[in-house]
């Protein structure tokens, strides 16, 4: 499950005029193949959703299986920056597939063959990628074959860690030893691969990360073997000033590599600062303080061109916020303002910009997401028989599905009781089989004789026969069945409603404090609004609104679906101080801009000298109070 856009100027297969389906899917062209298997740019057809279909091409036990493992493994994880398998199955036909979402980009391999891309993409892309890392490490799961090939990268600068048919997993049934070493090993592998042993730790990947961040910093291949030392004299400046960390991410002693791959990428932007600000504007990094480290929010990372394109508000708040981040980095800054803070109130601790000693300065974007979504509901169709109307006339009409079949023009979030919707193409005339076509039947009451003779009471002469008073002595009635009309109509029919939804989540900030929880809602402003498409992969990218969007999704139920989304995005700025004060480990957040800005911390800053000093005037004043009325 690789390389999919290193194939993309292949021929194509199947021709335009000959697409295939597979389920739900319509196979427009076969745009490459990987190890395992063939990729097609693919479409579902009833969500009408680009998407890429991998067809198992090696039907051996081993190849089999390690599809299966990638496919169930990515499907049952979620990141930003892993590309997830969002169905597979068996076709009678084609064998085992999976589906993946489309993703516009190309692989990092294909970009390295056009040599070391952009520093600030580089550091980006090694970001991500060690992110994504971190989390499968902390699911048990190691990948062991991190490498440019696996590696997706959209125009935007968005990485996606894909393949994980070789992944390590507790209780894994697979038997490695199958494979021989030329089927896994690259010059990304660490020298103590071995697939066969039971257990693999998250060192591998992280010398894997090494080995990718070497090429993209210095345009070569990593050097194979026992790694000691880096020959960087003719390679890039980046390259000399990344050399100890490199060094030690490609350590070949496992002991010795970063414990993560983020400790390892944050080390590398740190190590790179200098060469990082000539490719901003709107950060120095090299005037930080050494703890403070700016986080990207997954959005940002995600969808920060799309978004910018998109609002100006958003580009303006990220604008605010890398400008204020770099702002409070710059050292002393936030000893300056946390001295001033203290200044404002008489009973804060003064001048607590020097006495806190600080251990991390982070600053990030929090963001609040709202998605209002209007419904509609088609029920499976229902076949009923009618009468025929006198003005109605058999009309031939394409034949529709429930879902094809037009409504009227749904009003902009706004609900419907709705009603019966007859199925185009479903009518069908027929002679009423109770009349024969002539619209009368013989009359019940009389069984046709046109009198009826009523029932002799004791005692009295028999009665004499009267007309039937329901035919009216005519024999026959009306036909109930067409109503008299001789034909029936047979025909399908649905009903449909529609209906509004209002879901919101944010970026998991449930772990920080009550009150830091309660200022964020309140500072947050609204930084984008729109109608988006709930299927499109980009809005999946990101794991909170992902999850939104999937819970949006399964409120539509079995007959329903969403037709109308509307995505409201708030945000809001906040740097989040770690230290020790008087000995006690303690947290602060500053959260808001300019005049907004609150300050919240988890231990007391009170000046509690000063407090006393007061409550023991005021008992003073108290009792000389006391004292003087008490003399009087």
Not at 85 to 106: C, F, K, L, S
Request: with cysteine; aromatic share 8%; hydrophobic share 40%.
């Amino acid at each position: 499950m690789s390389n999919l856009h290193s194939f993309a100027h292949g021929e194509p297969w199947p021709p335009a005029d000959q697409e295939l389906e597979l389920r739900e899917y319509r196979l427009h062209e076969q745009i490459g193949q990987d190890e395992l298997s063939l990729i097609y740019r693919a479409t579902h057809q009833t969500l009408n959703r680009p998407v890429y279909v991998f067809i198992l091409r090696r039907h051996d036990w081993i190849s089999n299986s390690r599809f299966q493992l990638a496919a169930r493994l990515a499907a049952s994880l979620s990141h930003s920056h892993l590309l997830p398998v969002i169905d597979a199955g068996h076709d009678e036909h084609y064998g085992d597939y999976m589906v993946t979402p489309y993703i516009a980009g190309r692989s990092l391999n294909e970009i390295l063959q056009e040599g070391p891309p952009d520093l600030t993409l580089a550091v980006r892309i090694i970001t991500q990628i060690a992110a994504v890392l971190d989390y499968l490490h902390e699911q048990q799961v190691v990948h062991r074959d991190v490498q440019p090939a696996n590696i997706l990268v959209t125009p935007e600068g968005n990485a996606y860690l894909t393949n994980l048919s070789l992944a390590a997993v507790p209780d894994a049934p697979l038997d490695w030893s199958m494979l021989s070493e030329a089927d896994y090993l690259t010059p990304y592998s660490a020298p103590e691969l071995k697939l066969a042993q039971a257990e693999a730790h998250p060192s591998l990947d992280i010398y894997s990360l090494g080995a990718v961040a070497y090429h993209l910093l210095s345009g070569e291949l990593p050097p194979t073997g026992m790694i000691v030392d880096l020959d960087l004299h003719d390679k890039p400046q980046a390259c000399v000033l990344a050399e100890r960390v490199l060094l030690r991410m490609l350590s070949p002693q496992p002991n010795l590599r970063f414990s993560t791959a983020s400790a390892a990428a944050n080390a590398l932007r740190l190590a790179l600062r200098s060469l990082l600000d000539q490719n901003t504007i709107d950060m120095e990094e090299s005037r930080w303080e050494d703890c403070a480290e700016w986080f990207e929010n997954p959005l940002e990372l995600a969808l920060s061109s799309e978004l910018a394109n998109l609002a100006e508000q958003f580009n303006d708040f990220l604008t605010e916020a890398r400008k204020r981040a770099d702002t409070f980095h710059r050292r002393d800054y936030l000893r300056k303002w946390l001295n001033r803070w203290s200044r404002q109130k008489p009973f804060r601790r003064p001048s607590l910009g020097q006495l806190i000693e600080f251990e991390l300065i982070a600053s990030y974007n929090i963001y609040f997401y709202t998605l209002k979504v209007l419904y509609e509901q088609r029920s499976p169709p229902q076949l009923r028989s009618r009468p025929m109307r006198n003005d109605e006339r058999p009309v031939a009409e394409r034949a529709l599905d429930v879902w094809a079949t037009p409504l009227p023009v749904h009003r902009d979030f706004t609900s419907e009781p709705g009603g019966e919707v007859i199925l185009p193409g479903s009518r069908r005339f027929f002679t009423c089989t109770g009349c024969q076509g002539s619209g009368q039947v013989v009359c019940p009451q009389c069984q046709g004789k046109g009198v009826i003779k009523p029932k002799a009471r004791r005692g009295e002469p028999d009665p004499v026969e009267q007309p039937c008073d329901r035919c009216k002595g005519y024999q026959r009635v009306r036909c109930e069945t067409c109503d008299g009309n001789g034909n029936l109509v047979e025909e399908k029919f649905f009903t449909w409603s529609r209906w509004v939804v209002e879901l919101e989540n944010d970026d998991d900030s449930e772990d920080l404090p009550q009150q830091v929880q309660r200022l964020l809602k309140q500072q947050a402003r609204e930084i984008y609004e729109s109608e988006i498409d709930l299927y499109d992969s980009r809005w999946h990218s990101v794991g909170p609104l992902s999850r939104l969007i999937e819970e949006a999704i399964a409120k539509a139920g079995e007959h329903g679906r969403p037709i109308q989304a509307k995505l409201t995005i708030r945000g809001v700025m906040m740097t989040e101080i770690s230290g020790m004060l008087d000995d006690q480990e303690c947290r602060l957040y500053v959260i808001g801009s300019g005049e907004n800005e609150k300050l919240v911390s988890t231990v007391s800053l009170l000046n509690l000298e000063r407090l006393a000093l007061v409550v023991v005037a005021v008992l003073f004043l108290v009792v000389v109070a006391i004292t003087a009325i008490m003399l009087l």
